[in-house]
């Protein structure tokens, strides 16, 4: 039986649903073995820990500039042109050892190392399920989207391991059998401009955004309250990018030697957790509100990151992981929620462009310092201590804020 929220849904509705699937699948998978690919054809981990950095900057700077101008030049083609770059960047990836080029792939391209969404797809489709479903179910329609994301990451993440494994008994190479993920990511790109090519203009936006002027970023009289929370959500950013899934994931085999094929069960599980606390959010937010569910799930979420490294074995900090996952997505549809119902829609696309891209901003800040981390022995469990404390930081401070930006208009 379909939930009434999904029921509303219209054929392009269903079909964002469909590449989101497909995306955070590639993703998923990729975030798994990426770091493990990548100090497996030479890089140390402080040089993937910069390309990967590298890599999310470019995503910002793709992404502000295609999100930025998505509701005038076309959502359907601007969707179309991400998809294209993240499959030229997974096909250069996985065909070279060049340093040099897997740099400028990184950059140009989109790659996402974390498992969580890069380039340009997540704000554009955020601001067109925002206008074709009632405000009343915006949240929870939000919800099952997010649990569509984590649930593909989860499959993802066990695809992958499954793969490697699976190539790696028949003779292949462990970085052959990781390239394999690499070439898969890339023709998933491919099948996204196929899916993409497939929106039809209603999925565009309104006329009136599209005739306007607005300022540089596609703001208006948003512009404010955007910026505020643009700054907190780097922050949050931030300290997740020192615990992206990529060196999660390298962090428990450097710790307990954990191989590609568990890690994909851990991070299935982890990603299937997730999924299932994204869809409790929209309930909480019904009786809470939209920042006090943001707040009061991320805290107690962030303490757990902080105890996975204090663990002595290996179920206990597999176990650690596991509880946090199962609260740390509740902020997600309440967040996306949040934005939507605080500016006008004809700004829509542009303030989910320039929240997101503060958060890949944030996020692209964090790698390199991990990887100078990582390649100590002694301080492989810091980059979980700076991550939970930053994102306490975030949530205290957004608890605050939240009095002085813009109640939402439920009437939007």
Same mark, same amino acid.
């Given at each position: 039986m379909?939930?009434?929220?999904?029921?509303s849904?219209?054929p392009?509705?269903?079909l964002?649903?469909?590449?989101?699937?497909?995306?955070?699948?590639s993703?998923?998978?990729?975030?798994?073995?990426?770091? *493990?690919?990548l100090?497996?054809?030479g *890089?140390?981990?402080?040089?993937?820990?910069? *390309?990967?950095?590298?890599t999310?900057?470019?995503?910002?700077a793709?992404?502000?500039?295609?999100?930025?101008r998505?509701?005038?030049?076309? #959502?359907?083609?601007?969707?179309?042109?991400?998809?294209?770059?993240?499959a030229?960047?997974?096909?250069?990836f996985?065909?070279t050892?060049?340093?040099?080029l897997?740099?400028?792939?990184?950059t140009?391209?989109?790659?996402?190392?974390?498992?969580?969404?890069?380039?340009p797809?997540?704000?554009?489709?955020?601001?067109?399920l925002?206008?074709?479903v009632?405000?009343?179910l915006r949240?929870?329609?939000?919800?099952?989207?997010?649990?569509?994301?984590?649930f593909?990451?989860a499959?993802?993440?066990?695809?992958a391991?499954?793969?490697?494994?699976t190539?790696?008994?028949?003779?292949?190479?462990s970085?052959?059998s990781?390239?394999a993920?690499?070439?898969?990511?890339?023709?998933?790109?491919?099948?996204?401009?196929?899916?993409?090519?497939?929106?039809?203009?209603?999925?565009?936006?309104?006329?009136?955004?599209?005739?306007?002027?607005p300022?540089?970023?596609g703001?208006?009289?948003s512009?404010?309250?955007?910026?505020k929370?643009?700054?907190?959500f780097?922050?949050?950013?931030?300290g997740?990018?020192?615990v992206?899934?990529?060196?999660?994931?390298?962090?428990?085999h450097?710790?307990?030697g954990?191989?590609a094929?568990?890690?994909g069960?851990?991070?299935?599980?982890?990603?299937l957790?997730?999924?299932?606390?994204a869809?409790?959010?929209?309930?909480?937010?019904? #009786?809470?509100?939209?920042?006090?569910?943001?707040?009061?799930?991320?805290?107690?979420?962030?303490?757990?990151?902080?105890?996975?490294?204090?663990?002595?074995?290996l179920?206990?900090?597999?176990?650690?992981l596991?509880?946090r996952?199962?609260?740390?997505?509740m902020?997600?549809?309440?967040?996306?929620s949040?934005?939507?119902?605080? +500016?006008r829609?004809?700004e829509?696309?542009?303030?989910a462009?320039?929240?997101?891209v503060?958060?890949t901003?944030?996020?692209?800040?964090?790698?390199?310092f991990?990887?100078?981390?990582?390649?100590?022995?002694?301080?492989?469990?810091?980059?979980?201590?700076?991550?939970?404390?930053?994102?306490?930081?975030?949530?205290l401070?957004?608890?605050?804020a939240?009095?002085?930006?813009?109640?939402?208009? +439920?009437? #939007?």
């Amino acid at each position: 039986m379909i939930p009434a929220s999904l029921s509303s849904l219209t054929p392009d509705g269903w079909l964002l649903f469909l590449t989101r699937l497909a995306r955070l699948f590639s993703y998923g998978a990729l975030s798994v073995v990426l770091v *493990l690919y990548l100090t497996g054809i030479g *890089l140390t981990a402080s040089e993937s820990g910069t *390309l990967l950095t590298l890599t999310l900057l470019g995503d910002t700077a793709v992404s502000l500039w295609l999100t930025t101008r998505a509701d005038r030049a076309g #959502r359907r083609r601007t969707l179309i042109v991400g998809a294209l770059l993240m499959a030229g960047a997974g096909a250069i990836f996985a065909a070279t050892r060049n340093p040099l080029l897997l740099f400028v792939a990184g950059t140009v391209g989109v790659i996402s190392p974390s498992g969580n969404e890069v380039g340009p797809f997540l704000s554009i489709e955020q601001a067109a399920l925002s206008q074709v479903v009632p405000v009343r179910l915006r949240t929870e329609v939000f919800a099952w989207y997010t649990l569509t994301g984590a649930f593909a990451t989860a499959l993802g993440s066990l695809f992958a391991g499954l793969l490697a494994a699976t190539l790696h008994k028949t003779g292949a190479t462990s970085t052959n059998s990781q390239r394999a993920v690499l070439i898969l990511y890339a023709a998933m790109g491919l099948v996204l401009a196929a899916l993409f090519w497939r929106l039809s203009p209603s999925a565009e936006a309104p006329w009136e955004a599209r005739s306007q002027a607005p300022d540089r970023f596609g703001l208006g009289p948003s512009r404010g309250a955007v910026f505020k929370l643009s700054s907190l959500f780097a922050l949050d950013a931030f300290g997740g990018g020192f615990v992206i899934q990529s060196f999660a994931a390298y962090w428990f085999h450097l710790r307990f030697g954990v191989d590609a094929a568990m890690l994909g069960g851990v991070f299935f599980g982890a990603n299937l957790f997730a999924a299932l606390s994204a869809l409790a959010a929209s309930r909480l937010a019904a #009786r809470l509100g939209l920042v006090n569910t943001m707040v009061f799930t991320h805290l107690p979420s962030n303490i757990l990151l902080i105890l996975v490294p204090l663990m002595p074995t290996l179920p206990l900090a597999v176990l650690m992981l596991l509880l946090r996952f199962s609260i740390s997505q509740m902020d997600v549809p309440t967040r996306q929620s949040y934005t939507m119902a605080i +500016v006008r829609p004809e700004e829509r696309s542009a303030a989910a462009g320039v929240t997101g891209v503060a958060r890949t901003t944030g996020a692209a800040m964090a790698p390199t310092f991990a990887g100078i981390l990582l390649n100590h022995a002694g301080w492989i469990a810091v980059p979980f201590y700076i991550a939970g404390l930053c994102k306490i930081g975030y949530d205290l401070l957004l608890y605050r804020a939240a009095r002085e930006l813009p109640r939402p208009d +439920v009437g #939007r």
